[in-house]
């Protein structure tokens, strides 16, 4: 593959892809090429990364609105978001670590793979913030969705559409999210010695109350003793408060009534649950071998115990976040079948997140659709990259 | 005044036909063919255009939707998507050679699960009847549209209505886990389901708000959430636009988002006053109606903060209700408006743009001097945390040309709204009523990306396709089938 492009501009983004349609080559779409390993692997002959394009364009924070490069780092985004207190609302997990990749991801890469941290479960998915997008499609034309304000409903929304598409049917040159205040406070509830149906029960108390739980993951103890805030106490399920200093201290208080049916918790201050927050959305307390695949299966939050307990019997290491609703998974490359089958009983998805090249070239990375919506889906990438030149197979062999 | 596409001749030509093979497919009850009885389908919250339809079609499951699609799409019959008819956009307004297809028999809760927050509905639910459902629990779907007592989920989604607790809980696009759909050849497809992320491309995302374009929506699976321990709302008065629009920014900028963040200008105070008798200050410029959630502590620490973030701007007027009945005194002059400007005015249009919140003083005062300009009454309410405006324009359908003039006149405000960085519409939908003035906030190839994208669903056009895009001048597309006769 020769060197990729990286234009300052968004004109440039647009000649580079007229000249790969030109030429009908395809192009590799990247931002910092963190999650490169993610899903499956393209073949292209060049790459084109967005990684230059990093103005702030626009920053109203009374307005609760960023408009940002796609380039942007994520941590340079957070650095000006805290310049008006505020910050991203689905908190993107960092997964370098776990990834074993170099480098900080970009804002483009955080949308274009919809990645959200354990916030999701009470505050939206990265796509739920995503108000506008500049981006340039197959054909070269600059296509702008949405806008800078917070309520638009003028037109399909492809801002939905294109936030994890994983570069398939644009580029992202610019997005536009809606950000919220920082929390002035947080605060976490441990609860040991919990099973996974008892732990995800807990959980499910938790976020069902009306004290605006923001957090709720279940560890078993293998996985909490890897965050130095959990350990020590074997499986734990931990609930998180953000909110101002006063609400966190009464909420914490009645949750600690309200789930002493499940044991006398443990809590975590301001310090401690960051930090033990932090480690969850990097999904730090999995346990990847060198020689391990990485999955998150997203199923319906009741059957995360069943999930885990068949995948802990097939020898993968796991951990539960949204409620239980998100099971994150480590294991040989050949427990993909165990996966796609947990996923499927438990009537949700998975993702691929790290793999040997030829196992993610081989398998469904993510589910396969029903026949009809494929074609729609084929469809969809013709409308937008008509030449196919954006990111071939990542999702799909042969879209 | 807006166009339609001219009929298919054939369609009308086979509508005994046509009719025919439709009632093969639904109960003898659900197929609607006398003019009489199609009269109350010709329209929907935009009166001031109708249409009879070749026929209604009130399937009562998912099959016989399937059934009557691919029906239409064998026949090459136009379809309207209709769930209440509110739509205050014309989005369920029929076409000639259309068959409506009304999901208001498909009003069953199927399943509800409070343990993972969630339920699956018949798209013709309304929207208040997911909140009835689940409230014995302590529980809650957050839309809250005002018109949630007559509205369905299934139109909800057509249009990702919003309400006025949106600012906290999102539109509902930001409240859906999965839908059932019909496309147009008549395909049922899951999309999503109770988990929270699906892989591959956001259908459920593009679904929502299509207005009916793009397929047919027969289930829905929403969250719900836990109600929060109380609500509370203050009252709080300005003498000038302006400052009350510094103080909204100074309560955001202090990190306090509250759960509604209501605005309405002097003649909107007033047509609520005199129809509500909330004891809103009839001296005042601007009111913001602020709502706060939690224990009655926390919302005794929000409001108090609330009001000292307002003092340096010298309300008028401050009232902190003391008690849920004194908020709902409030909230009942808001909650009214509609009904309050249909008192004092023969007939009104519901605008609804949205604005860059720091441009409410210039928008309001733009439209006010346009009220002048062209002799029409206007009352604005605005959701102020969001920068959703709703113009009220005043008019008299009896006067020859006033209508067309109001519709100048809002015309005229939705561009202002592009002008300063906003949009068309926040929550009520381009249907036919924005269709033309789409060019306004989209490029042509902006526009041919979005029609190329409808196509794909449906390459025909069959499904609600005179709505959302221009009608005239459409730019060739690279699917077959995408360019519509232009209408005479
Ligand atoms: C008094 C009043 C107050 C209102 N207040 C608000 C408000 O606060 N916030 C707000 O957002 N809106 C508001 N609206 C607008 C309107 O109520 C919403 O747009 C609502 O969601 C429409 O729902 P409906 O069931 O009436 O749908 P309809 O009007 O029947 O249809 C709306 C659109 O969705 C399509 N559609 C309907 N059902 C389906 C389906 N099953 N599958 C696919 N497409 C479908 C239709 O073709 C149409 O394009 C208000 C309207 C009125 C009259």
Redesign the interface.
């Known amino acids: 593959m020769s060197a990729a492009l990286a234009p300052a501009h968004e004109s440039g983004v647009v000649e580079a892809i007229l000249a790969a349609r030109a030429a009908n080559e395809p192009l590799l779409i990247q931002g910092r090429g963190t999650k490169a390993g993610m899903l499956r692997p393209v073949q292209a002959a060049r790459g084109l990364s967005t990684r230059n394009l990093t103005d702030v364009s626009l920053y109203?924070?009374?307005?609760?609105?960023i408009s940002a490069g796609a380039g942007i780092t994520i941590p340079d985004l957070e650095a000006k978001l805290a310049e008006g207190?505020q910050g991203i609302i689905a908190e993107p997990p960092d997964l370098s670590a776990l990834l074993g990749t170099e480098g900080v991801q970009t804002l483009g890469g955080v949308v274009a793979t919809?990645l959200?941290g354990p916030r999701?479960?009470a505050w939206?998915?990265m796509?739920?913030h995503v108000m506008g997008v500049r981006a340039v499609?197959g054909a070269g034309?600059?296509?702008?969705?949405g806008?800078?304000?917070?309520?638009?409903?003028?037109?399909?929304?492809?801002?939905?559409?294109l936030?994890?598409?994983y570069g398939t049917?644009a580029v992202l040159t610019e997005v536009t999210l809606k950000v919220?205040?920082?929390a002035?406070l947080t605060g976490s509830l441990l609860l040991p010695g919990l099973d996974a149906v008892q732990g995800v029960?807990a959980l499910?108390a938790a976020?069902?109350?009306?004290y605006?739980v923001s957090g709720a993951a279940w560890l078993p103890a293998d996985a909490a003793e890897r965050v130095p805030e959990l350990a020590g106490r074997g499986a734990v399920a931990v609930v998180r408060i953000e909110d101002?200093a006063?609400?966190v201290e009464?909420r914490l208080g009645r949750l600690t009534t309200d789930l002493a049916v499940f044991g006398t918790p443990v809590l975590l201050d301001d310090g401690a649950s960051r930090a033990a927050w932090r480690a969850i959305r990097d999904a730090m307390p999995l346990r990847a071998e060198p020689g391990d695949a990485v999955w998150r299966v997203?199923?319906?939050?009741?059957n995360g115990p069943a999930a885990i307990t068949a995948l802990e019997a097939t020898g993968a290491r796991c951990f539960l976040d949204?409620g239980g609703?998100?099971v994150w998974i480590a294991g040989p490359p050949a427990l993909h079948d165990s996966v796609m089958a947990t996923a499927l009983a438990?009537?949700?998805?998975?993702?691929v997140l790290r793999a040997p090249e030829p196992m993610r070239a081989a398998v469904d990375v993510?589910?396969a659709?029903?026949p009809?919506?494929a074609r729609?889906?084929r469809?969809?990438k013709?409308?937008?990259d008509?030449s196919g030149i954006l990111n071939p197979g990542r999702?799909y062999a042969g879209v | 005044m807006i166009a339609q596409p001219p009929p298919k001749a054939d369609i009308i030509a086979r509508r005994p036909e046509i009719i025919a093979g439709l009632r093969a497919l639904v109960p003898a009850s659900g197929l609607i063919s006398e003019e009489l009885r199609l009269k109350p389908y010709e329209t929907d919250g935009l009166p001031a255009y109708r249409q009879i339809p070749l026929a209604v079609v009130l399937p009562e499951t998912t099959e016989q939707v399937a059934a009557v699609l691919a029906f239409c799409h064998k026949n090459g019959v136009r379809v309207v998507p209709r769930g209440a008819g509110t739509s205050l956009s014309g989005g369920a307004l029929p076409m000639a050679d259309s068959v409506v297809i009304g999901l208001m028999r498909m009003n069953r809760i199927l399943d509800i699960d409070y343990g993972d927050r969630c339920a699956t509905v018949q798209a013709g639910v309304t929207n208040i009847g997911i909140t009835n459902a689940v409230s014995a629990e302590g529980f809650f779907y957050a839309p809250d549209p005002s018109s949630q007592l007559a509205c369905m989920i299934g139109g909800n989604v057509g249009m990702n209505s919003g309400g006025a607790h949106c600012l906290k809980y999102g539109v509902t696009a930001n409240n859906l886990l999965g839908l059932k759909i019909v496309t147009m050849e008549g395909d049922v497809l899951d999309i999503g389901g109770a988990h929270l992320d699906a892989a591959g491309y956001d259908w459920l995302g593009l679904m929502t708000g299509s207005e009916g374009m793009l397929a047919m929506v027969t289930e829905v699976t929403v969250r719900i959430l836990r109600a929060p321990e109380g609500a509370r709302a203050m009252l709080v008065a300005f003498d000038a636009n302006e400052t009350a629009g510094r103080a909204v920014d100074a309560i955001i900028g202090s990190g306090i988002i509250p759960v509604a963040l209501e605005f309405m200008d002097r003649p909107a105070i007033h047509a609520c006053e005199a129809f509500a008798h909330a004891g809103y200050p009839l001296d005042a410029e601007a009111l913001l109606i602020i709502e706060v959630e939690g224990s009655v502590a926390e919302q005794d620490d929000l409001l108090g903060r609330i009001a000292a973030l307002c003092e340096p701007f010298h309300p008028i007027s401050l009232r902190v209700s003391q008690s849920a009945e004194e908020s709902i005194a409030i909230w009942k002059g808001r909650k009214g408006a509609f009904g309050a400007v249909g008192r004092i005015s023969p007939d009104y249009l519901c605008m609804d743009g949205t604005i860059p919140t720091g441009q409410l003083p210039f928008v309001l005062r733009r439209i006010g001097e346009m009220s002048d300009a062209y002799g029409l009454k206007v009352a604005n309410i605005f959701h102020a945390g969001d920068g959703n405006l709703h113009p009220l324009i005043m008019f008299d359908a009896n006067l020859a040309g006033n209508f067309e003039h109001a519709e100048a006149f809002g015309a005229d405000i939705l561009k202002l709204c592009v002008e300063v960085g906003g949009c068309l519409t926040g929550e009520h939908g381009v249907g036919v009523e924005k269709r033309e003035l789409m060019r306004v906030q989209f490029t042509d190839i902006e526009l041919d990306q979005q029609r190329r994208i409808k196509s794909a669903f449906d390459p025909d056009w069959l499904l609600n396709p005179s709505k959302v895009f221009p009608l005239v001048d459409m730019p060739v597309t690279a699917m077959p089938g995408t360019a519509m006769p232009v209408a005479a």
């Open positions: 109203s924070p009374q307005e609760l609105i207190g919809n959200s999701r479960v939206g998915a796509r739920d499609n034309e600059v296509i702008r969705s806008g800078r304000v917070l309520k638009n409903v003028t037109g399909l929304d492809l801002c939905k559409l936030t994890g598409s049917l919220l205040p920082r002035e029960a499910s976020l069902g109350s009306p605006g101002f006063r609400s009464y997203s199923v319906r939050p009741s949204w609703g998100l438990g009537r949700g998805t998975w993702t993510i589910p659709e029903a009809a919506l729609i889906t469809r969809v013709a409308a937008m008509p999702l």
